[in-house]
């Protein structure tokens, strides 16, 4: 069971590129989220989606895609870097939304923005 | 808005020492709280879950306590050992917050020394 699989691990851009992060969960999971986490922060909730077809803005959602066309599926786009992006990004989902369900969260991805 | 920090930001003690990480929020109103444990370039892995009709949650040498009313929660790990160097995060759910999404703290970083 691989559980929440992100990739690339480690990312180095230039300002202006795009590109798209890659998430897969293969535990059937309805809630899927992405947070970034930067030093001496907590994680910050960037986008999510409480099923197939449906997205919504979480906190910092500026300069960022996602869509859901499949359950298993939540890729997160960035339309056009900026240093500021500069951050190691977590993907994450549960069963559901609310209550006593836990998060499992993949290892991250490290990017760089030159 | 919930805001969560945690004291202190950073910890080293000797292996076999008992030990208090400290969780403060804001707003009392929450679902439940979470303590996670982050290694190095990994995810965030879930320790203790505690609702908010809950005092306190107990696995094997970790205790999470709860109090509500004042805003605080402790994550108390008996006879420390080595393994236990990582960064310990709280996070909130909270009923407000984007989708009922958690709400992190910065997190306190542990270090065991043998």
């Known amino acids: 069971n691989a559980g929440v699989t992100q990739t690339p691990k480690f990312q180095v851009l230039k300002t202006g590129q795009s590109m798209t992060l890659q998430c897969a969960q293969d535990m059937n999971h309805e809630y899927m989220s992405w947070y970034r986490q930067d030093p001496g922060m907590g994680l910050r909730l960037i986008h999510y989606s409480v099923g197939a077809g449906i997205t919504d803005q979480g906190e910092v959602p500026n300069g960022y895609n996602v869509s859901r066309s499949t359950t298993e599926d939540f890729p997160l786009r960035l339309l056009s870097a900026a240093p500021s992006q500069t951050s190691v990004y977590f993907c994450a989902s549960s069963y559901g939304q609310g209550g006593n369900q836990p998060q499992h969260f993949g290892d991250g991805t490290r990017l760089s923005i030159l | 808005k919930q805001e969560v920090t945690q004291i202190p930001a950073a910890l080293s003690v000797p292996e076999g020492e008992n030990l208090v990480l400290n969780c403060s929020f804001t707003d009392s109103a929450i679902y439940n709280l979470q303590w996670f444990r982050q290694d190095p370039g990994k995810g965030l892995t879930s320790l203790l879950l505690?609702?908010?009709?809950?005092r306190e949650q107990t696995s094997g040498r970790l205790n999470a306590s709860l109090d509500k009313s004042s805003g605080r929660s402790t994550l108390y790990i008996a006879a420390s050992q080595p393994g236990d160097s990582a960064t310990y995060l709280c996070?909130?759910?909270?009923?407000?917050?984007?989708?009922?999404?958690?709400?992190f703290g910065p997190g306190t970083r542990l270090s065991v020394l043998p």
């Open positions: 505690i609702q908010s009709s809950q």
């Open positions: 996070a909130v759910q909270h009923p407000d917050n984007y989708g009922q999404n958690f709400v």
